[in-house]
Nanobody, 125 residues
Framework: QVQLAESGGGLVQVGGSLRLSCTTS????????MGWFRQVPGKEREFVGA????????VYADSVKGRFTISRDNAKNTVYLQMNSLKPEDTAVYYC??????????????????WGQGTQVTVSS
């Protein structure tokens, strides 16, 4: 089994930055595609971005493109979400997700095998 743990969430002012981390543990293999999603109460989970197994390819939702950057360090079993120029509408619980086998990034939540517990990001105006 694989466990995912997000960290780095918190309260930030509009225009500020945060970096989320997601560390995998439980098995000594490198997961495939890693994704970030977010969710606000009463709404469906929304795709934020994803990164390929080797880190060479990323995809982003239009709403965060140019502001958010995903990276990964496979030696540390960690994926990062750097969030800049934050807006109030970025307020949500952010989840990381892992696919066991895929090598390419994608935006379908149901395709991911493992999920973290989430970390709250609040952007105040």
């Amino acid at each position: 089994q694989v466990q995912l743990a997000e960290s780095g969430g918190g309260l930030v002012q509009v225009g500020g930055s945060l970096r989320l981390s997601c560390t995998t543990s439980g098995r000594t293999f490198i997961t495939g595609t890693m994704g970030w999603f977010r969710q606000v109460p009463g709404k469906e989970r929304e795709f934020v971005g994803a990164i390929s197994r080797n880190g060479a390819y990323t995809v982003y939702a239009d709403s965060v493109k140019g502001r958010f950057t995903i990276s990964r360090d496979n030696a540390k079993n960690t994926v990062y979400l750097q969030m800049n120029s934050l807006k109030p509408e970025d307020t949500a619980v952010y989840y990381c997700a892992a696919d066991r086998t895929s090598s390419v990034p994608y935006n379908i939540a149901s395709g991911y095998d493992y999920w973290g517990q989430g970390t709250q990001v609040t952007v105040s105006s």
